[in-house]
């Protein structure tokens, strides 16, 4: 792992060495870990270590012309290379008019998200949790698989108008699907302490789940009362979120939040924010630019408030960036990666005392949109799916596919839970979601399959 | 560029002392990849340049045995003691692994391959000048933008060249330069509460092949800007596809990716004995089903060619040293064999068909479709249509989903055409289809012939965890399906 010194260090030279009128410096370092297991034995386990230096350069002659360049070659010949393909790059192409400038330093609130028993966890003390789950699931005659990820990265940004931003954090990750012959049972956690994954309480949840989906019963699409778990949910607010939250969509028409901001077009329980500071999720206080993140509400009480910006968009549309830029090129423009949705006053236990009769949702799979501009989505439930009657969850169901309008859906929110859950964000764990658990009136399913 | 920095025969000492270092250190096998790869894309969105980059990653990864366990570790830092390191720590992963382990691995038969291969290209995208791309990509943008109703516009260029190096305990030594030239247009209408793109030649951004820069030239990008300007706008106002049981005619890429989905993910070995089930899922295709299950009907021949010329998942040898073969998968419909690996293949008591690639130095290889091809039939596209009493012709793929054993699956495309009477009619949009895998491909009654086929590139295909992304090629023409569910 790239400590900040050495970081400091690679980006003097190549600001020092540069002759672009504008240049920044993103280095991205990471140290991963993953343990996978299969057939309740470890069949995968690997380990990379790798610094990436990014370049992006400003040439003001003539028009604004950008160019980016990446090498994770650290020797001074590599990196002076890669400057030069930069520069070379921005120097063929045609004037971008709407470019102003790359961000200048502002200040940002260091957040602690770095955890170093998660860095120094190693080899055997993954397998050692792997264990317990592959024996438990074998004690009640099924099979286990999944992974055990712990992660450090750092994340440096630097130009040529003074920003020098440097942050370094950790994640873990575990995630297993228990199977029996005709049924399966999922279970996940994600925290920035590897210390936290307790397997054995892993394993009993996904084990359950698995055992309880036995001889599943199959019902026919339609519209049925869910009850969505914090895993569920997550999939949809990351679908929901991803070609609509940000500027560019926002600006060019194609997201549903163009020219709706301050209408409400959703239910008034939905509340979903970003919000990089907060140390419940997977904490990064400033962007890819190094611009600090602001916390910035989407939906508040079900009416569209914002969108995120980058300062490529923010300057398009005169406003400021609130930090949300992914690292240069983006095309796609900036995408919130530290999300959360207001919870409920509910206990888990109290939405399912309150269904007469509906269906037990899990987690989806494989979820796609048939409409963005819509929030149209489609996808498979998948890891325990059951039927729920008079309160209680009753019997295992086969997978259903869902069709569904999301922002229709969270109109009909019956209830949330009061606890959230941490899982991971569209681009995996490199940021995070802080969800509830929901109950939705009247979801539709369009299709059913036969397991 | 590693390779000609230190040269191959400095990389090739490096890749001897890990192998040698991991066979002191107990490995009963190890593998060396050491992978510089370089990519660069040009993106034009509405006139101007919105992305231009030039990235380059160079590393190694070393896989070992180590009492039948596998561990494996990678780094970016290509020196004499990070080799000793990384090969190490390797060695102490396999070690951990067999902590939670219940059967030896066995790779079968050595694999003792030695060779070099080169994409064959008739013009080097790299030597193809940046101004002359993005000259391409700025008039076909401009031919887009010239259509009234259109808002958006997109166009990329991407260029790889991928340079590995392969060793292993066993003697395999291999040199492998790929290179990757890729190119398409987008153009998007925004109407009030609604969007519509049109996307050429494909979507996912572009058509893709391990070809050089012919392929962009032949493409025309510029001469089909307009029309495919002018079909989004017509689509903004198109009305809904009907929905109900119809007969289905597919066009090529759309096709590919039905392909893709329905048979190609189904058919890997490593999804099939559960290697990926927490993850990307199962398959309802067991190894029992061998040369017994009807796959589809009796024109449905599926073959994996990791041969075929421009194919996108075109090889010279796979990253576990198997020499690139075609092999038949689905042959008169039945089912005859899974893309396998040395591992898996061993497990039923056969050979691996070299389908193991990785993506890049820090990832390991898994089992990746090559070209999975529908071998194509002897109909003509407009032979189809006017043999087609009632249907639509769906082109260009929107959307897809499906089921974690690959039986339930829901696709969306960007067009819809009304066929009555063996006659394109009325053009529709926001068409979907649904169906289960094999009763789909039991349906297919007409597939058309080599004169409408080609390999299409899918370089999106996510699995694995950490998550890997391939490069595969589908070879398909248009063809029918009868009685398919359109709509919800």
Redesign the interface.
């Given at each position: 792992m790239m400590d900040k010194d050495m970081g400091r260090g690679i980006c003097e030279k190549i600001l020092s060495a540069s002759k672009a009128d504008q240049t920044e410096i993103l280095i991205y370092s990471n140290d991963?870990?993953?343990?996978?297991?299969?057939?309740?034995?470890?069949?995968?386990?690997?380990?990379?270590?790798?610094?990436?230096v990014r370049i992006r350069v400003v040439l003001e002659a003539q028009g604004k012309r950008?160019?980016?360049?990446?090498?994770?070659?650290?020797d001074e010949?590599s990196l002076k290379e890669?400057l030069e393909?930069?520069i070379?790059?921005?120097r063929?192409?045609?004037?971008?008019?709407?470019f102003v400038s790359l961000p200048g330093p502002l200040p940002f609130k260091a957040v602690g998200s770095h955890v170093e028993r998660t860095a120094r966890f190693?080899?055997?003390e993954?397998?050692?949790v792997?264990?317990i789950v592959?024996r438990k699931a074998l004690e009640s005659k099924l099979?286990a698989?999944?992974?055990f990820?712990t992660a450090e990265r750092g994340i440096l940004v630097a130009n040529s108008l003074g920003t020098f931003a440097h942050h370094r954090g950790t994640c873990a990750e575990f995630?297993?699907?228990v199977?029996g012959d005709d049924s399966s049972g999922y279970a996940g956690y994600l925290s920035l302490d590897a210390g936290e994954i307790d397997g054995e309480k892993l394993a009993l949840e996904a084990i359950q789940k698995a055992l309880a989906s036995r001889n599943p019963l199959s019902v026919e699409p339609g519209k049925y009362t869910v009850f969505l778990e914090e895993y569920a949910v997550n999939e949809l607010l990351n679908y929901l979120a991803y070609p609509s939250f940000g500027a560019q969509s926002f600006l060019?028409?194609?997201g549903f939040m163009a020219?709706k901001l301050d209408q409400r077009i959703t239910g008034e329980k939905i509340s979903i924010w970003d919000d990089g500071n907060d140390p419940s999720g997977i904490a990064l206080p400033f962007d890819f630019e190094g611009v600090p993140k602001e916390k910035v509400f989407f939906l508040d009480e079900g009416t569209a408030k914002g969108v995120a910006y980058d300062s490529f968009t923010a300057n398009k549309a005169g406003k400021k960036s609130t930090g949300q830029a992914l690292p240069?090129?983006?095309?796609d423009g900036p995408t919130p990666i530290n999300l959360f949705m207001r919870p409920g006053k509910s206990s888990k236990e109290e939405l399912l005392e309150g269904i007469d009769k509906g269906l037990w949702i899990t987690r989806f799979?494989?979820?796609?949109?048939?409409?963005?501009?819509?929030s149209i989505l489609?996808?498979?439930t998948?890891d325990g799916t059951f039927l729920i009657e008079g309160g209680k969850v009753t019997r295992p169901i086969k997978?259903l596919?869902f069709?569904e309008n999301i922002l229709e859906a969270f109109k009909r929110v019956e209830g949330i839970s009061r606890k959230t859950k941490l899982e991971p964000g569209f681009f995996?764990i490199l940021g995070g979601n802080r969800v509830p658990a929901m109950v939705i009136r009247d979801f539709?399913f369009?299709?059913?399959?036969?397991? | 560029m590693i390779f000609k920095e230190k040269g191959t025969f400095i990389l090739k000492e490096f890749a001897l002392r890990a192998l040698n270092q991991a066979q002191l250190l107990g490995a009963g096998y190890a593998d060396i990849r050491i992978v510089c790869r370089r990519f660069e894309t040009i993106n034009v969105r509405n006139g101007y340049v919105a992305a231009l980059s030039n990235d380059e990653t160079d590393g190694f990864g070393v896989r070992v045995l180590f009492d039948g366990a596998w561990g494996f570790a990678s780094s970016s830092f290509i020196e004499a003691d990070e080799i000793d390191r990384v090969t190490a720590l390797a060695v102490a992963i396999a070690k951990a692994s067999r902590l939670a382990s219940r059967h030896r691995v066995d790779l079968g038969p050595p694999v003792v391959s030695v060779g070099k291969y080169r994409t064959p290209v008739l013009v080097d995208p790299f030597e193809i000048s940046i101004e002359r791309k993005i000259d391409i990509l700025l008039k076909a943008d401009a031919a887009m933008r010239a259509v009234k109703g259109i808002s958006l516009t997109d166009g990329s260029i991407g260029c790889l060249r991928e340079t590995k190096l392969f060793a292993s305990t066993e003697g395999a030594f291999l040199e492998q330069e790929l290179i990757e030239t890729g190119a398409g247009i987008e153009a998007t209408a925004v109407g009030a509460e609604d969007v519509q793109k049109r996307s050429y030649p494909m979507s996912f951004g572009r058509q893709q092949g391990k070809i050089g820069f012919e392929m962009v030239e032949e493409l025309d990008l510029v001469g089909n800007a307009e029309r495919v300007a002018t079909e989004a706008v017509q689509l903004l106002t198109a009305p809904p596809c009907p929905t109900g049981k119809k007969t289905l005619i597919l066009d090529a890429t759309q096709l590919a990716l039905q392909i893709h989905e329905s048979i190609g993910h189904a058919l890997e070995l490593d999804r099939v004995f559960g290697m990926e089930a927490s993850y990307a899922g199962t398959s309802f295709v067991s190894p029992e089903m061998r040369e017994k299950f009807l796959y589809g009907s009796p024109i449905v021949n599926v073959t994996a060619d990791a041969t075929a010329p421009g194919g996108l998942g075109t090889f010279g040898f796979d990253d576990e040293g198997i020499p690139a073969q075609r092999v038949p998968l689905i042959v008169n419909g039945r089912f005859e064999n899974f893309l396998s690996s040395r591992e898996t293949a061993a497990r039923l008591g056969m050979q691996s068909n070299g389908t193991m690639r990785a993506d890049g130095w820090n990832r390991i290889p898994l089992i990746r479709m090559t070209n999975i091809n529908l071998e194509p039939g002897d109909s003509t596209l407009e032979g189809l249509i006017s043999d087609t009493e009632d249907g639509l012709f769906l082109e260009t793929n929107k959307s897809w989903s499906i089921d974690d054993k690959r039986l339930n699956f829901q696709f969306g495309t960007e067009m819809a055409w009304e066929i009555k009477k063996g006659k394109k009619g009325k053009l529709y949009k926001n068409a979907t289809y649904t169906g289960m895998t094999p009763q789909f491909w039991a349906s297919c009654d007409a597939i058309c012939n080599r004169d409408h086929w080609r390999v299409w590139g899918v370089p999106n295909c996510g699995k694995g965890q950490p998550s890997q992304t391939a490069h595969v090629g589908h070879g398909a023409a248009p063809a029918r399906f009868r009685d398919v569910q359109v709509g919800v």
């Open positions: 991963a870990k993953l343990t996978r297991f299969a057939d309740s034995e470890i069949h995968q386990n690997v380990a990379e270590s790798e610094s990436e950008i160019g980016v360049a990446s090498t994770n070659q650290l010949r890669t393909r930069a070379e790059l921005a063929f192409q045609p004037e971008n008019p709407e190693g080899a055997e993954r397998a050692a792997v264990s592959c099979i698989s999944g992974a990820l995630s297993t699907v199977m060019d028409g194609s020219g240069a090129p983006n095309p799979h494989y979820v796609n949109h048939i409409s963005a501009k819509e489609t996808g498979m998948r997978n596919r069709t995996g539709s369009s299709g059913k399959t036969e397991f | -």
